[in-house]
């Protein structure tokens, strides 16, 4: 298999990231003889910084001309008194919406060893294992019109839905995994949630096999705190599952442990859920391990290599059982952990996945 990724690292710690989770790709692609063809592009604030736009024409191209593109961060505190529309996120946004990728996949799971840094008790988190499919190109955010009228005072932003397609993948996925469905809206105030929950009700009839449960985003908001373990996969809408899926870090111990999948559309779009952090940014003190995990999706959603995606995975939960933490990982109690930097936590990673397929090829051979 030869997998063509385009590499678009960002701002703040989004290319120390995605450096050591492209080294654990080509460690994983060349051990099973499969060829890696890397390329780098800017978006974000470097690119309005270099091009004077968060999404250079380049980057596009390169983008749609790929199988896969691997974003790390966007954002910077210098640009926040910028307008949504130029601001770095606008080149995430850009980005997304070419590429066409509606459902973005958002697995949450509870690590055992990261229990005591979830300020949860442990018997609520341990086993949580959600799946948050938000949709990507709607709602709030791609929504007409939207506008600052400075004069006015005044401002408005559209929440839009068509009937959607993310909805069916969400139910597909759900058949594979543990076959619960909590779709989540604010059916009681909006009309385009009572449009979206008509439509989960239709396609759920084409999926008798998936208990399908509806919930409002406020009152889910508490559950996943509550019983987390009660969901498996929860679909809904982009602004609320943005929200949601950061509030699942609280479950994981830290958001630097999330990745993401973007399907659907013409290229799929890979990112980690944390965003750029400035100030740990250059410090050797970011978490790897969202973007590792999101290099394990990109194997498994765009090249179809199951089996290496499951031993980045097994490879990270090995790591952590055996006392390895980044610093965000290391809060409180740290008797008998190790501290490393993104780049030594890359590196363990990569030495434990070399020694997890070594022994599953000989035990094919
Ligand atoms: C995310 C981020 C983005 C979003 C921002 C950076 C535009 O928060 O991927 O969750 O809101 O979608
Ligand atoms: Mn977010």
Known sequence: MNLKLLVTAGDGIGPEVTNEAVKVLEEVMALGGHTLALEHKRIGGIAITTDGTPLPADTLAAALA??????????????????????????????????????????????????????????????????????????????????????????WNTMRYTRDQVIRIAFSL?????????????????????????????VAA???DVQLEHQYVDAMAMHLMNRPRDFDVVLTENLFG??????????TGSLGMLPSAT????????????????????????NPIGAILTGALILRHTAGLEAEAAAIESSVRKVLERGFRTTDLAR??????????????????????????AVSSQLLA
């Not at 594979?176 to 779709?183: D, I, P, Q």
């Not at 559309?265 to 859920?273: A, D, F, Q, S, T």
Request: with cysteine; charged share 25%.
């Open 66 to 155: 790929s199988d896969a593109v691997f974003l790390g961060a966007v954002g910077g505190n210098e640009f926040n008194a910028l307008p949504p529309d130029k601001r770095p996120e606008a080149g995430l946004l850009a980005i997304r919406s070419a590429l066409g990728g509606f459902a973005n996949l958002r697995p949450a799971f509870a690590f055992k060893e990261l229990a005591v840094n979830s300020p949860l008790r442990s018997e609520i988190i341990d086993g949580a294992d959600i799946l948050f499919v938000r949709e990507l190109l709607g709602g709030l955010y791609f929504g007409q019109p939207r506008q600052w009228d400075k004069a006015k005072g005044e401002a």
């Open 242 to 251: 943005d929200i949601l899926s950061d509030e699942s870090g609280v479950i």
């Open 206 to 208: 084409e999926f008798p």
């Open 174 to 202: 759900a058949q594979k995994r543990r076959k619960k469905l909590c779709s989540v809206d604010k059916a009681n105030v909006l009309e385009v949630s009572q449009l979206w929950r008509a439509t989960v009700i239709e």
């Open 332 to 357: 409180g109690n740290t008797q008998g952990l190790t501290v490393l930097s993104t780049t030594e936590m890359g590196a363990k990673v990569r030495e434990t996945v070399k020694q997890l397929l």
């Open 263 to 286: 399907i659907g559309g013409k290229v799929n779009l890979y990112e980690p859920i944390h965003g750029s952090a400035p100030d740990i940014a250059g410090k050797g003190l970011a």
